[in-house]
């Protein structure tokens, strides 16, 4: 692949940070203009390389810029795209890196008219509990998977380089519809961080909270480790698909009370198979195992 | 501390397969004579240097022991202390590694007339989603906590035996009432099991539960980790603790209710407040933290 001439970087955190210093790694870009609604995160990114030049707005970020990340919360999509509507070039490739998709295309469709050609909804399923240009990492994508949802009018050529750019950064891509995307997201994704943030709130309600917490063991750490993560991220992605998270959190409220049902009738065989089927998916599962199905 | 001539180990799985191994790293004894219910087991343990004589019964593992470890699942603690009731040297120390400490100490009192004085109930707080010999290690226990439950019969000098053999494989100590240690564990461990069990449970029953699993990134990783965890044990933990698990249920209930009543009331300000609660303790939480207070 020719390397990109500049990438426009809108957002430099955890997420567009990493990218950009996963492409230059890559040599697959020649300059990156980066804006951040905080000074102070621009410096930073520019004191770390993960930009050459800061942009004094969004907008200044799109002109002579062939590759454009969004890479901002996702409630802030929208502001975005009003801002670089009249600056993008039509040619540019546009990703996004935003967990929930379908709010993501109707925002663009809203502003633009339709979805652009170039723009390929993506979400790379990548992170970590820490948020901020800080904790960057040329390496936070290699190894994982990305989540392409092109609409119908989203342009063959746009898509196929989408792919060559996250598989150039080490990614495994995966296509579906935006609409499958956000329930399989709730499913396996925003579910777990909705339970984690809960089972934490009721842990810290509790008046010895300090006695349990300091009694915590490795499993706790695992099984709560993403309820650390952004406050800001997290309220955008749970309203923003907010009905499927709701669907799958009925899902396991069901399942619970099978467990809890077997117990208070002290039904030990009953208890020992809801375990065990649980048991075997989780100890034959592995990150990243070949896709089974091309779609939902 | 003098070594001990001999363990009776009682049980050769991952937690005595790995106590066994600590204690023989440390030259904390002389000789493990062990029993596994299958010769199999028992076989492997001799084979890795776990023991090194087999028992032909639980009752043969404790003449010559001055120390005793019972390390079977909590349900079989009745039949083992049953059948070492007249064999087991009086002053030798015995431990145990059960996860709920009030059914032990129950069936302890009703087979032995009162708890025995020697008796120091153990629990460490350490494990691996892989159970069996096979998984056993000797730094497993090292740098995690132990919590005991002396009851009023335990006397003071096995109390720092104890104490002395859980501080030389590397663990830290921390004492409470059984009664205590059930509550807390039960809001730290066992919930988070029968959690983790209900969402794996959850998800391996929807229809398209091969696409979802192929999807779930590095969060679902951590998240589930627990659920693969052995259904023998827990099983026995969830029924032997049972009312402070479904008590500790109870509490992250009320707190996903009113996450949910906030996503459906599209209040972001409640939102963002409550994930910020949770962000925060969770943020600020480590392994082995200073222990705050003495008991709950």
């Known amino acids: 692949m020719k390397p990109f001439k500049q990438l426009g970087l809108i957002g430099c955190g955890l997420m567009g940070g990493s990218f950009a210093l996963a492409l230059k790694r890559a040599k697959m870009v020649e300059r990156v203009v980066g804006y951040s609604k905080s000074s102070r995160t621009a410096e930073q990114a520019k004191r770390m390389g993960v930009i050459d030049d800061a942009a004094a707005s969004v907008l200044q970020t799109v002109p002579g810029a062939d590759l454009v990340l969004i890479a901002v919360p996702v409630a802030a999509t929208a502001d975005v795209f009003k801002a670089i509507q009249f600056g993008l070039h039509a040619d540019a490739l546009v990703l996004d890196v935003g967990s929930t998709k379908q709010n993501v295309i109707d925002v663009a469709q809203k502003i633009f008219g339709a979805a652009p050609p170039n723009f ?177």
Chains 1, 2 share one sequence.
């Not at 392409?148 to 063959?156: I, M, Q, S």
């Not at 296509?175 to 925003?190: G, K, N, P, Y």
């Not at 089972?199 to 300091?214: D, F, G, K, T, V």
């Not at 063991?217 to 800001?232: E, L, N, W, Y």
């Open 120 to 296: 390929v909804p993506s979400h790379p399923i990548a992170g970590k509990e820490r948020a901020g240009v800080e904790a960057a990492q040329a390496d936070l994508y290699a190894g994982k998977r990305v989540i392409l949802t092109p609409t119908e009018h989203t342009h063959a050529s746009a898509i196929a380089l989408a792919t060559e750019v996250w598989q150039g950064i080490g990614m495994q891509v995966s296509t579906m519809s935006a609409e499958c995307h956000d329930q399989v997201l709730a499913a396996v994704s925003h579910l777990p961080h909705l339970t984690a943030f809960s089972y934490m709130h009721s842990i810290a309600e509790q008046s010895n909270a300090a006695q349990l917490l300091a009694m915590a063991g490795p499993g706790f750490k695992d099984f709560t480790r993403i309820a650390a993560s952004s406050p800001d991220v997290w309220v955008d992605i749970l309203l923003a698909n907010r009905e499927e998270v709701l669907q799958q959190s009925r899902h396991m409220l069901t399942s619970l009370a099978r467990f809890e049902d077997a117990m208070r009738s002290n039904n030990t065989d009953a208890l020992r198979q809801l375990i065990t089927s649980a048991s075997k998916v989780r100890g034959s599962w592995t990150l990243n195992q070949t896709e089974l199905a091309s779609d939902v």
